[in-house]
C-alpha cells in the first residue's frame, strides 16, 4: 500500500522546499509532537533531490528514524553511527543517522568523533542536514552545540531543524540556531548581528540571584514575544493539534520502536518471521519458554527505552500521557523511571478509594502528568480526560493480543471533552520478537477501531 502524507504535511513540505528555492532561507519545523515531522523531513529530502543526507538526532530517536525511512523512502541505504568503526561508512549516498550523545562524548576512547566526522565530511559534504529535536542544541556552550552549528556546520549542506519545542524555558535558547542558521532573526542596530547576551538582554527577562554570596546573571522568562515572532515569521512553521483535526484520524496507532538491550531471544522461535499472523499466534504458545514469561522478560527490557521515550515527550511540553502495562515489574519500573512527573498508579492492587484519588489527582492536579494503569485493572470504565488536564497520548510499554482491549483501554482519553485526536503509542523493543507483536497490535487496533469506532 503506498503511503500518503496529511494534507498538513504535504503543505509543509512544498512551503519549506518552495521557501529554500525562491528565497534561499531554511524553514525550522516545529510542529507538535504525533503530527509526523519525521515522515515530512523524509518527503523534503526526496523532493530536493537530496543523495546524502545526515541526521542529528537524541540517541532515543534513532530507531524512530530506521522504521521511519523503511516506511517513507523504502530502498534508500540507511547508516546508524554508532561508534568509531561506523565513520568510514560515511561514503557514497544515503541517508546517515548520529546520536547528539555521539557527540558530545567527542574523545571517548581516545577517538574524537567530531573531527573523525569532520574529515569524512570534507571529502564528500551532505546535501541535506535535519536537526532533529533540534533544542538539544540551546546551549552554545556544549560540546554537540559546537559540533553541530560550528565546527560541522561548513560540511552538512542544507539544514532542516526540527522540533516541538524550539525554546522549552525561554526565547534565549533559541539564539545558537538562529545564530548558526537564519542569522537575520538577530540583526540589532544597523544590521550587525547581536551577541547571545545583547539578544538575551532584548528578548529575555535577566534577574541576579545571589548563590554563594555573589550575584549570578540568570534569564527567567521571556519578553518582547511580538517582536522576535514578527522577525522569525516565515522560518518557524508550526502546527498544532487542533490545527489540523480535520486532517487526523479520532485515534491513531503508530508503532515506536525503543532499544532493549537486555531483551532474551525468542528460542525455539524458528522461521516465525514467515509465519502469517495468526500462524504466530498459534506458534507463540508452542515455544520453549512460556509465553508470559517472554512478554514479561522483554516488558522489563523495555522499561528503560520506554522511560526515555515517555520522559523526553514530557520534557518537550506540558501535556500528560498515560502509560498502559501489564507485569507488576514492568510498572513497578516505570513509576520508579517516571518519579519526577508524580505519577498516579492503578493496578489490581490498588482499592476502591485509592483508585478514585489516583484518577481525581490526573485529572486535577497539574503536577501529576502522568497515569500508569495495568490494562486489566485501569483499561475500562474510567475517564483520563477533563478540562483541567491535557492529555492526548497514550503509550503502551505492554499490549494486549486482543485489539478490543487495547482500544478500549486508550479510550479512556478518547471521551467526551477530549478536544484532540489521539495518539496510541506501542513500544516495541526493536530486534526482538516484539517488533512482530507489536505490528500486529498497531494493525488489528486500527482494523478494531474502523470497524467499531467511524
Not at 320 to 335: D, E, N, P, Y
Amino acid at each position: 500500500m503506498t503511503l500518503e502524507l496529511f494534507p498538513y504535511q504535504k503543505e509543509t513540505v512544498d512551503r519549506v522546499v518552495e521557501r529554500d528555492l525562491i528565497f534561499g532561507e531554511p524553514t525550522y519545523i516545529a510542529h507538535e509532537m504525533g503530527l509526523g515531522k519525521t515522515p515530512i523531513a523524509i518527503a523534503i529530502a526526496k523532493e530536493r533531490g537530496d543523495k546524502r543526507v545526515g541526521v542529528f538526532c537524541p540517541p532515543v530517536a534513532k530507531l524512530t528514524w530506521e522504521k521511519e525511512l523503511k516506511r517513507w523512502w523504502p530502498g534508500v541505504r540507511c547508516v546508524t553511527i554508532e561508534s568509531w568503526k561506523d565513520i568510514p561508512k560515511l561514503d557514497g549516498d544515503g541517508v546517515f543517522i548520529v546520536a547528539y550523545s555521539l557527540l558530545s562524548q567527542s574523545k571517548s576512547g581516545g577517538y574524537d568523533y567530531i573531527d573523525g566526522i569532520r574529515k569524512r565530511l570534507i571529502m564528500r559534504p551532505f546535501d541535506m542536514s535535519v536537526l532533529d529535536e533540534a533544542h538539544a542544541l540551546k546551549n552554545s556552550g556544549a560540546i554537540r552545540t559546537k559540533a553541530v552549528l560550528k565546527t560541522l556546520l561548513p560540511y552538512l549542506g542544507w539544514c532542516l531543524p526540527m522540533s516541538g519545542t524550539p525554546a522549552p524555558n525561554h526565547q534565549g535558547e533559541l539564539f545558537p540556531v538562529l545564530a548558526a542558521l537564519y542569522p537575520k532573526a538577530i540583526e540589532g542596530a544597523f544590521g550587525k548581528p547581536m551577541k547571545q547576551y545583547e539578544f538575551e538582554s532584548v528578548y529575555c527577562q535577566i534577574v541576579e540571584k545571589w548563590f554563594g554570596g555573589r550575584a549570578v546573571r540568570t534569564i527567567d522568562g521571556s519578553k518582547n514575544i511580538d517582536a522576535l515572532r514578527s522577525k522569525l515569521d516565515g522560518f518557524i512553521v508550526r502546527k498544532r493539534k487542533k490545527d489540523v483535526l480535520k486532517d487526523l484520524p479520532d485515534m491513531a496507532f503508530d508503532l515506536y520502536p525503543v532499544s532493549a538491550p537486555n531483551a532474551p531471544p525468542w528460542r525455539g522461535a524458528g522461521d516465525w518471521k514467515g509465519m502469517s499472523e495468526d500462524e504466530f499466534l498459534r506458534a507463540s504458545q508452542q515455544f520453549d519458554t512460556h509465553v508470559m514469561t517472554m512478554r514479561r522478560e522483554v516488558g522489563e527490557a523495555k522499561v528503560q527505552g520506554a522511560v526515555e521515550v515517555v520522559s523526553d515527550y514530557l520534557d518537550g511540553c506540558r501535556r500528560k500521557v498515560v502509560v498502559f502495562a501489564h507485569h507488576t515489574s514492568v510498572i513497578a519500573g516505570m513509576m520508579s523511571g517516571l518519579l519526577k512527573y508524580h505519577p498516579v498508579l492503578i493496578d489490581g492492587s490498588v482499592s476502591k478509594p485509592q483508585r478514585d484519588l489516583a484518577i481525581k489527582r490526573f485529572l486535577d492536579d497539574p503536577l501529576c502528568r502522568v497515569f500508569v494503569g495495568q490494562i486489566t485493572a485501569a483499561g475500562t470504565s474510567i475517564t483520563l480526560c477533563g478540562a483541567n488536564n491535557d492529555v492526548s497520548d497514550v503509550f503502551f510499554v505492554e499490549a494486549d493480543f486482543s485489539p478490543g482491549i487495547n482500544v478500549q483501554a486508550a479510550s479512556r482519553i478518547h471521551r467526551i471533552g477530549q478536544k484532540n485526536a489521539v495518539q496510541v503509542w506501542f513500544l516495541n523493543a526493536a530486534g526482538t520478537f516484539d517488533d512482530r507483536v507489536m505490528d500486529i497490535n498497531v494493525r488489528k487496533a486500527r482494523d478494531f477501531d474502523r470497524t467499531f469506532n467511524q
